[in-house]
């Protein structure tokens, strides 16, 4: 039998808690610019960066992620606890920092200058750092440098913190760490197959091909760059 949608008085909660989010945009717009100056101007950290990129959820993705944990409690018998006083702790990705950067071993580093930026900001890590991985030479580099690995369905390679901030609006966010290579196939999948899977059979399997394609020249970078060191 057919599970049943959200009740009409659950798809009007939802909907305020959406209307909540996009009233206090101004807040989180102010808070992102914060975040990216924070990464920006922190040197041991700068030197690895090629790009940041920011955002703010949309609100559609918002309305789609509650909805689905609506449905997941509903499953496992608990009740729905995201109200408007907790929306923007409970929600850790409404707002999004990426780091890019070029080669794979950048990674300890930049993981060891997050850690320590996060610390002097009195900033909490409350999950993380994961790299997420489908390649089994990435999820051996990540745990060599004590970073716990969790394979990705999806076929992508990313490092993971969710994180809360320290004044007393307790805001959260998430922050992703990958290379160059991994964003072009990131920003391909987003567009075709995010949040639902493109129809096109082939084009499913070209994104595989694709994801496949990125970790080789993410290789070839990461080689490029040792022999350089090497020399």
Known sequence: MPRAGPTRAERKKIADLVDHYHLNQDRFIQFLSQL??????????????????????????????????????????????????????????????????????????????????????RYEILKGPTAKTWDDESRSYFASIGIKTVKSPSMYTSVHYEVRESSRRKFTFELQVRTLMEEVWGEVSHTLNYPNPTASLSCREQIQVLARATSTCTRLVDSIFKTHDED
């Open 36 to 121: 990216r100056e924070l990464f920006l101007n922190e040197k041991p950290l700068i030197k690895h960066i090629h790009s940041i990129k920011a955002r703010l959820k949309d609100r559609e993705h918002l309305r789609r992620k509650l909805t689905q944990k609506l449905e997941e409690t509903k499953t496992n018998g608990r009740p729905f606890k995201i109200t408007k006083e907790n929306l923007f702790s409970k929600v850790n990705d409404l707002v999004g920092i990426r780091i890019l950067h070029l080669h794979t071993r950048q990674m300890e580093e930049i993981d060891q200058a997050v850690k320590d930026l996060f610390a002097e900001q």
